[in-house]
């Protein structure tokens, strides 16, 4: 990581949690996070599920949603 | 809506379930009513029967478990995942897990068990979640009073089992409002930290200037506190906090936490008490001046001496012409207050005190 906040630090790691959870994203690092492509994709699979508007990056409308209680079942796939 | 891959059902429509242990947090006589109930909600919609068994292997076997608890698909502790269910089929198929770690209730006071239940039984008998944010299917979490499906879940289940054949007509719960409607009402509308908050019915629009789709979401996923529906709502950014109001009390929020001391009745800024509800509110940056409307008047509220103005109320009518006799919604840009009444939006030029625009009221949705 890049001299990046511990709240980024902290939201990223949400992040990639939930879209292991719900969107199949594989576990393991994924190299630089915010830039690996498969972490982006996941992101605008998400963001196309909740009719956010589908940017790739983890931006404020995105977090949100990732933070509020929800189902276990993935939103997408098996 | 949306299905399993490979549209995973049950090929018989008498169905068996088994609660094989119980939360310590409701009676487990509650838990078997509350079960019960959720099961007859998907009843009503199909031909499915659920017979309960209280041993052996059900279909769909339901427990409560926190952490690991045995399916390789550990919960998370209190909040995040609330529960999960697993599609038709053998064995693990069709079972439903709610974590342990969270508070389960039989009202709003926390996770409400009736609301988590039936929308887990829904996976279990084939439905995925679906992406309309009134629907129960909807995959976060959000309390709400009256039967739980929504259109959007009814046409689901029923195109994998059919409709009841008792022709029982349902009552779903009501949609989402749809942005682009002409003849879409607005119940409140506020800025908040830069961002422009549209409210109606059980939702909200958020809007970002940089961005022309709104974003919609149910009010109590985003404020669990406040009430379904609101009737006004205005912000005062120089103590960057929001103020809801619905009925006689008002809430006063920052970001997402509520103010201690809140929810306050309306009379405490010093209107009568004859008044039960606020219809509109609005604050006007370049006075310090919030306008309260309510029913054919309105007030002046100052908020940096925190009293009402004297003179008050004044009729809508005189003094803005043209608008009609009430408000249903307020905002202020620019110079300019945008008052919604009914399907429409005045743009007021507060300069020249007059009318100058008039638009339908979703065009604050970018319609």
């Known amino acids: 990581f890049s001299s990046s906040s511990s709240t980024e630090i902290d939201d990223y790691l949400l992040a990639e949690k939930y879209l292991r959870q719900h969107y199949g994203l594989s576990p393991g690092l994924q190299g630089s996070r915010a830039a690996s492509g498969a972490f982006q994709t996941k992101i605008r699979e998400m963001q196309k599920f909740f009719r956010l508007k589908v940017t790739g990056n983890l931006d404020e409308n995105t977090l949100d949603i990732m933070k509020q209680p929800r189902c276990g079942v993935p939103d997408i796939g098996e | ?367």
């Open chain 2, 1 to 367: 809506y949306n299905h399993f891959p490979r549209r995973l059902k049950w090929e018989r429509n008498d169905l068996t379930f088994r609660i094989t242990n119980y939360t310590p947090d409701l009676k487990s006589t509650d838990v078997d009513r509350i079960i019960r109930r959720a099961l007859n909600v998907w009843s009503a919609a199909t031909p499915l029967t659920f017979r309960k068994l209280r041993e052996g292997i059900a279909d769909i076997m339901i427990s409560f478990g926190s952490k690991e608890h045995g399916d390789f698909n550990p919960f998370d502790g209190p909040n995040g995942l609330l529960a999960h269910a697993y599609p038709p089929g053998r064995d693990i198929g069709g079972d439903v897990h709610f974590d342990e770690d969270e508070n389960w209730t039989n009202d709003q006071s926390d996770y409400n068990l009736f609301i988590v239940a039936t929308h887990e039984l829904g996976h279990a008998l084939g439905l995925a979640h679906s992406s309309d944010p009134g629907a129960l299917m909807y995959p976060a979490y959000s309390y709400n009073e009256g039967f739980p499906l929504a259109e959007d879940d009814i046409d689901g289940i029923q195109d994998l089992y059919g409709p009841n054949p008792n022709g029982k007509k349902l009552k779903p719960r009501p949609d989402a409002p749809t942005r682009c409607d002409p003849e879409l009402t607005i119940d409140a509308v506020t800025d908040l930290r830069g961002e422009t908050y549209i409210f109606k019915d059980r939702f909200f629009w958020r809007l970002h200037p940089q961005f022309p789709e709104p974003q919609q979401s149910l009010t109590r996923s985003t404020w669990p506190f406040l009430p379904n529906q609101v009737d006004a709502a205005y912000e005062n950014p120089d103590k960057d906090t929001m103020f809801v109001f619905r009925g006689i009390r008002m809430w006063a929020i920052s970001g997402y936490d509520l103010v201690k001391g809140y929810p306050k009745y309306i009379h405490k800024l010093g209107l009568p008490k004859r008044i039960r509800k606020i219809d509109a509110a609005v604050y006007i940056k370049d006075t310090g001046k919030t306008l309260l409307f309510s029913d054919e008047e309105y007030w002046s509220y100052n908020e940096a001496k925190g009293t009402m103005d004297t003179g008050y109320p004044r009729s809508i009518e005189t003094d803005f012409p043209g608008i009609g006799d009430e408000v249903d919604a307020a905002a202020y840009r620019s110079g300019y207050l945008y008052l919604f009444n009914d399907k429409l939006q005045f743009e007021y030029s507060y300069i020249s005190r007059k009318v100058v625009r008039i638009m339908r009221a979703n065009s604050v949705l970018n319609c």
